[in-house]
């Protein structure tokens, strides 16, 4: 499951990358949790990207704002979109791409975990594929707002044994196909074959707080050597 990621690089670079001109003030994040608001690129019935800001998390359906995060939705497995009542509709016409640069995940290592930072060793930023949904069926609570989830996979060899799932991260062919393509195209492509080379090292335990927000928690973190004297 993926629960926190990054995304750091400037919107005049993200343009040239993903190809929309819109722009926003957007804030280098590099801690973002579930129910934050972060970058989204969705198409319209043309097929132009739009970069827009949601939150991450579907909301459930007894959704309670003092809960927060813990009541949102944040991964959909890509293997059963079409099988989750949660997913199907926005899998069919609301898919979208989630603007990241890594993503952090734990591993459960001798009673204990440690975090790691993982991304791909060109260091650029990519895309994992999204889907979105208005939140109207909360307008109760007092607002209307957007979500999103983070569609996921089998985790890749590289990554494995850190975590048996990872983020869907699309290269450029097929980011055309998740946002513009059939339903059938985008998920043979879901289903079809799949190859990304990913870096990984270990990382402070800061990163659990998600107040913590700064560069330096994707620096390369050593544990402390025992000291025999």
């Not at 959704?63 to 009541?71: E, L, Q, V």
């Not at 930072?117 to 594929?129: E, G, L, P, T, V």
């Not at 989830?149 to 975590?163: D, L, M, N, P």
């Not at 879901?190 to 190859?195: A, K, R």
Request: aromatic fraction near 10%.
């Amino acid at each position: 499951m993926c629960g926190r990621y990054t995304i750091s690089e400037t919107v005049s670079k993200l343009k040239v990358s993903f190809c929309f001109k819109n722009s926003l003030n957007l804030q280098p994040r590099f801690n973002l949790a579930p129910g934050q608001a972060a970058p989204i690129l969705t198409a319209d019935d043309r097929g132009s990207r739009h970069l827009t800001m949601m939150d991450w998390g579907f909301l459930s359906e007894n959704y309670k704002i003092k809960s927060g995060a813990t009541n949102r939705m944040i991964n959909a497995r890509s293997e059963t979109l079409l099988e989750k009542k949660s997913f199907k509709d926005a899998a069919v016409s609301q898919r979208c791409l989630i603007l990241a640069d890594g993503f952090y995940e734990w591993k459960h290592d001798g009673g204990g975990k440690k975090a790691y930072y993982i991304y791909k060793k060109d260091h650029k930023s990519f895309a994992f594929a999204g889907l979105w949904r208005s939140e109207g069926n909360h307008t109760h609570l007092g607002f209307d707002t957007k979500s999103f989830v983070i569609v996921t996979r089998e985790a890749v060899t590289s990554v494995k044994q850190i975590h048996h799932r990872m983020p869907f991260i699309l290269n450029e062919e097929q980011c055309e196909t998740w946002l513009n393509g059939t339903v059938a195209a985008a998920t043979n492509m879901l289903n079809g074959n799949y190859h990304i080379e990913l870096n990984y090292h270990e990382v402070s335990d800061r990163v659990g707080n998600v107040k913590n927000d700064d560069s330096s928690l994707c620096d390369k973190f050593t544990q402390p050597q025992l000291r025999l004297f």
